[in-house]
């Protein structure tokens, strides 16, 4: 059974940084593809970055050059650094595993391919 836990939220002023950690147990980050996704009040969930098993990455525009997905297949854990954080980046950050079927690259991973979801962590970004 697959399990995703996340860890690291927290709130910060505007230009902080916080890591977001994510233990996967009964999946293997290194074989499947991960994501990052979040969602404030009153928005849909959108992907903020992904990571595949070579680990090329791929990121939202919003958070292109801030932001920076890893994993530690050793841990089998997967991380979201983010740095000069913005009022806007205030959401519930949920990490997220693809399924084995899917319709879409792992890069361009949709909701609709995530067949795991962890619970959320809040991130909140005061100016």
């Known amino acids: 059974q697959v399990q995703l836990v996340e860890s690291g939220g927290g709130s910060v002023q505007a230009g902080g940084s916080l890591r977001l950690s994510c233990a996967a147990s009964g999946y293997t980050p290194s074989v499947y593809c991960m994501a990052w996704f979040r969602q404030a009040p009153g928005k849909e969930r959108e992907r903020v970055a992904a990571?595949?098993?070579?680990?090329?990455?791929s990121y939202a525009d919003s958070v292109q050059g801030r932001f920076t997905i890893s994993t530690d297949n050793a841990k089998n854990s997967l991380y979201l650094q983010m740095n000069s954080l913005k009022p806007g980046d205030t959401a519930m950050y949920f990490c997220?595993?693809?399924?084995?079927?899917?319709?879409?690259?792992?890069?361009?991973?949709?909701?609709?391919?995530?067949?795991?979801w962890g619970q959320g962590t809040q991130v909140t970004v005061s100016s």
């Open positions: 997220a595993a693809r399924g084995s079927s899917w319709r879409y690259p792992c890069l361009q991973v949709p909701r609709s391919d995530i067949a795991y």
């Open positions: 990571i595949s098993h070579s680990g090329t990455t």
